[in-house]
Structure formats: structure tokens, C-alpha cells
């Protein structure tokens, strides 16, 4: 057999280079074609071209690709806004690791060219939603989650062939850096205690969203694209009121489906992205790296226990959006990265994100999500809104002027 051609969108990043760690793991079952990434980073994309040689270099910024088209004579370098979103013509399955809205055009393109999608970007699907279904519908194309918990969720399923016994999903969080804490204690936390995540490595941005809760309230609305009822044939007809979130400190189960005579299967392992990155690249077969393996003489104690929605209220305005629907998450979405960004920046407390973000959907217009152009569009005006809002925010005491 063949080995499958894999292209990755954001090479660079977190997701991009846990990739790699999969491919070389398992060199005779992928064939790396293509990798892509801003190239605000020349170094590691120049790198990671001449290390693991494939065919296409995608950089999206023109600004920066001059010395990497330099240092990679013989590659077919790409550039431009659309590089990355050419990949999927060249591949059997992409990954998308591309950080926030900017993956858009990566989802959709690989979805409209009927490959499989490994997706990592959920902000894709949660703001475009309605638009990434009709792609998920072309001929051919697969959508298969790489996150952790839509990944032991998508395993979880394979255990019916019955659509309408399934009666509930449920989404496990570890509760972040700051778990346990009251909203006085957390007036004051500075970026570098918000970066410093107990279990998981990821990039700061998701980082971030995990401390407030609001990386939880996208995988509520991503779950509910992925597999209720906006799906259609591909979901269970789930809705809101049946995704749940629980606590769970240790990240060992990484998600739960409960069924219509109350069994319920999770899926476990010990927290290593290599894992569910596999299982997406390998779908419908699996990898034969063991990552995440649980040693379970060692293992202890599994703890579970309800979010605290005061303390967190971005999981309770991701429940709003998503209810509402339309372009609401990608307003959600929009104000969320604004708002993330500001607090990385020393602009706003880390208190202010869940502020910012209801602030602008308060001033949610009801657009419908018709086209990428119309999800585009509330995106611009999302974060118009919310760098407005900004300004009413004092910035934390030592922050950088």
C-alpha cells in the first residue's frame, strides 16, 4: 500500500511539529508532500523543509518569504494568503494547525477538494460553521478532529452503528492554571501564570483560552458541529442541552459518550497530542506508536467535578453563541482572539477577556452565516467592535506601556 500523502498547514506551531514527531514515527505509512506556515519564523520553516523534504513550501506572508525562497533553491516555494489553502490539491490528508481564524481558508479549501481533514483549527468551524458543513458534504471529503477531546469523542462513536442511541457527549476540561481559584484571587494573575498549563504543551493563545474556560465553550460549539445536529447525516442529532463539561484535573479521559441505557464509553491516555494527531492522519486504521500509554499500576486517581461558570463566564457566553447561532460564534470567536491578544499584550487583565468578548456580543446584529464572505464579514466587524471596547480597559499594574 501506498504510504498516504499528508500536507501540513502550520508547520511551525504546536500542532505542526507534534505532526512531524508522528510522521517520522512512522515513515513507511506517510509521505510528507507539502508544509505550510506564515514564515514569520524563516529559521524553523527553512529547517523543517531540509530535514523531512517535501515537495511544496507554503508561506502566506509575502513580507517575509524572500529569504526562505533564498535558502530552498529546488522546493516549490508558494506565497501568498491563499498558499496554504493550495495544499490540499497536492495531499490525501491535511492538517490544519493553522491558529485561529486564519485557518478558514484551509478548511474549506480541503473539504471543497474532497480530501480528509485533520483539524486542529476549531476556530474555523466554530465561526463558519454553517459554510464548513456544505464543504464537509462534496464527495470524498472527511472531517476528522484532532483535539484531544473530539478525537476520543470520534473513537467513542465507533462503538454504535445506531445513530439514536446516543444520548449525551461529554466534554472533559482540566480546569487550567487555575482551577479552584475565586475570581478575587484571579484579579491580579499576570500572562505567565496564565501560560503555565498543568498538563497539556500548547501554544499560548490556546493557552490562554484554556485558563478562562473559553477553549472548553469552542469545543461545546465545535462538538455540537462535529456531531449534532448541524451535521446532518454525518451527526446524532445532539443538541446544546446534551453536551456537557466536567473537570477533570488529570486529563487521562480525554471525552465521554453516554448512551440511551446509560453506558458510557470514554477514551484514556496519558496527554500527548501525538496521539489524537495520529488517529486523525491514520483514520480509518490506527498509527502503531503507543503515545499517551497508560502505565496503570501507576495511574491513581481519576477526579471529575462541575465548572465553576462564576468564576469562568466564557464557558457560559460560548453556550449563549452557539445557541444563537448564525454568525454569533464567529462574533464569539472574534472577540475572544482580540481580547486574548490584549491580555498577552499587557493591554487588559487577564479578568477582562470574558468583559471584552460580552461587551461586543451584545452588539450581535443576527447575520445570518449564507457564505464565507458573510462569516468574513462579522469576523471585521467583531473585532472592530471589541478593539473599540478595548479602550474602557485600564491596563494591569506593571504592565508595559
Request: glycine content about 8%; proline content about 7%.
Amino acid at each position: 500500500m501506498s504510504p498516504v500523502r499528508v500536507a501540513l498547514a502550520g508547520s511551525t506551531g504546536s500542532i505542526g511539529t507534534q505532526s512531524l514527531d508522528v510522521l517520522a514515527a512512522e515513515p513507511e505509512s506517510f509521505e510528507l508532500v507539502a508544509i505550510g506556515a506564515t514564515g514569520r519564523n524563516p529559521v524553523v520553516v527553512i529547517e523543517q523543509a531540509r530535514t523531512h523534504r517535501p515537495n511544496i513550501v507554503a508561506i502566506s506572508d509575502p513580507a517575509v518569504a524572500a529569504p526562505i525562497i533564498d535558502a530552498l533553491p529546488g522546493f516549490d516555494v508558494r506565497v501568498g494568503p491563499e498558499a496554504m489553502a493550495s495544499l490540499a490539491d497536492d495531499a490525501d490528508v491535511v492538517v490544519n494547525g493553522v491558529v485561529g481564524f486564519a485557518g478558514l481558508s484551509v478548511t474549506l479549501a480541503t473539504l471543497e477538494a474532497g480530501r480528509r481533514l485533520a483539524l486542529a483549527n476549531k476556530e474555523s468551524l466554530i465561526a463558519a460553521g454553517p459554510v464548513v458543513q456544505r464543504a464537509r458534504r462534496t464527495p470524498g471529503a472527511e472531517l476528522v478532529p484532532v483535539d484531544s477531546e473530539h478525537g476520543a469523542i470520534h473513537q467513542c462513536l465507533r462503538a454504535t452503528d445506531n445513530r439514536s442511541r446516543v444520548a449525551r457527549l461529554v466534554l472533559t476540561a482540566s480546569g487550567g492554571p487555575f482551577r479552584g481559584r475565586s475570581a478575587a484571587d484571579l484579579a491580579q494573575v499576570t500572562v505567565a501564570e496564565a501560560l503555565a498549563h498543568p498538563t497539556w504543551s500548547m501554544g499560548p493563545k490556546i493557552t490562554v483560552d484554556s485558563s478562562t474556560l473559553m477553549n472548553k465553550g469552542l469545543e461545546v460549539i465545535e462538538a455540537h458541529e462535529l456531531f449534532g445536529a448541524p451535521a446532518g447525516d454525518a451527526g446524532y442529532g445532539i443538541g446544546f442541552d446534551e453536551i456537557d463539561v466536567v473537570v477533570h484535573p488529570q486529563s487521562i479521559v480525554h471525552s465521554m459518550v453516554e448512551f440511551t441505557d446509560a453506558s458510557t464509553i470514554a477514551q484514556l491516555s496519558i496527554p500527548d497530542m501525538r496521539l489524537p494527531i495520529g488517529y486523525a492522519l491514520a483514520w480509518p486504521d490506527r498509527i502503531t506508536t503507543p503515545f499517551g500509554r497508560i502505565d496503570w499500576s501507576k495511574l491513581g486517581r481519576l477526579d471529575f467535578e462541575a465548572p465553576d461558570h462564576a468564576t469562568f463566564p466564557c464557558l457560559g457566553l460560548a453556550y449563549e453563541a452557539g445557541r444563537i447561532g448564525g454568525t454569533a460564534p464567529a462574533w464569539l470567536n472574534a472577540a475572544n482572539e482580540v481580547a486574548v491578544d490584549a491580555f498577552l499584550g499587557g493591554r487588559i487583565a487577564w479578568g477582562d477577556i470574558s468583559r471584552v468578548i460580552a461587551a461586543t456580543l451584545e452588539h450581535h446584529d443576527s447575520a445570518p452565516a449564507t457564505d464565507a464572505d458573510a462569516i468574513i464579514a462579522a469576523d471585521t466587524e467583531a473585532r472592530r467592535l471589541a478593539a473599540g471596547i478595548l479602550v474602557q480597559f485600564t491596563p494591569p499594574v506593571g504592565a508595559p506601556v
